[in-house]
């Protein structure tokens, strides 16, 4: 019995001093000097840190909707749809889904559709608005920042181009489609 608490005692001073001992020497090999000054210097542009202190690249220029709107293509518009066709129906029968049914949307009264609980903040939104080619393309765009609030849980389709055509595709899902802004 002896015997074995020898070997495991061994087996465990073996063990750290190997342990200790590569430590040791792999300080002496990777040894790092601190620096004067800690930290990292940050190349800053001309004019200062007040200058380039919150200034945000400059946005790229959108065309406005309506000249966009008159190259739109509402099949390719069609196909970019159907991401949301979870949420909504696109047919006559104005059906609601998750989110109201998308016939006849264009200059409709936000918060309007029959049969749908909206938010509050929609409804409210549609009391001063109506679904024109500029507000679809901002909700398109970003629905929380044109409407706080709302129950809407998309983010928002970033392409100008792609908001174009699915706006021209909902313009055509109407009896009678609303006419096209000049450009």
């Not at 059906?95 to 409709?108: D, E, I, T």
């Not at 409407?147 to 983010?155: I, N, P, Q, R």
């Amino acid at each position: 019995m002896s015997l074995e608490l020898n070997k495991i005692a061994g087996a465990l001073l073996g063990t750290l001093t190997f342990a200790f001992g590569v430590g040791f020497i792999s300080e002496l090999i990777f040894e790092q000097e601190s620096p004067e000054k800690p930290g990292f210097e940050v190349a800053v542009a001309e004019g200062g840190a007040a200058e380039g202190a919150g200034a945000a690249a400059p946005a790229e220029a959108v065309e406005s909707i309506a000249v966009r709107l008159a190259k739109a293509d509402p099949a390719k518009g069609e196909t970019v749809a159907k991401a949301c066709a979870g949420c909504h129906s696109f047919d006559n029968s104005g059906a609601n889904k998750v989110g109201p049914g998308l016939w006849n949307v264009v200059n409709r009264v936000p918060g309007s559709h029959e049969g749908f609980q909206y938010s509050p903040a929609m409804v409210e939104f549609g009391k001063a608005n109506v679904w024109d080619y500029d507000h679809l393309d901002h909700f398109l765009a970003q629905p929380k920042a044109l409407v706080a609030g709302t129950k809407m849980g998309f983010a928002g389709i970033k392409k100008p181009d792609d908001r174009a055509a699915v706006i021209a595709y909902l313009r055509s899902l109407s009896d009678s489609p609303a006419a096209l802004p000049a450009p």
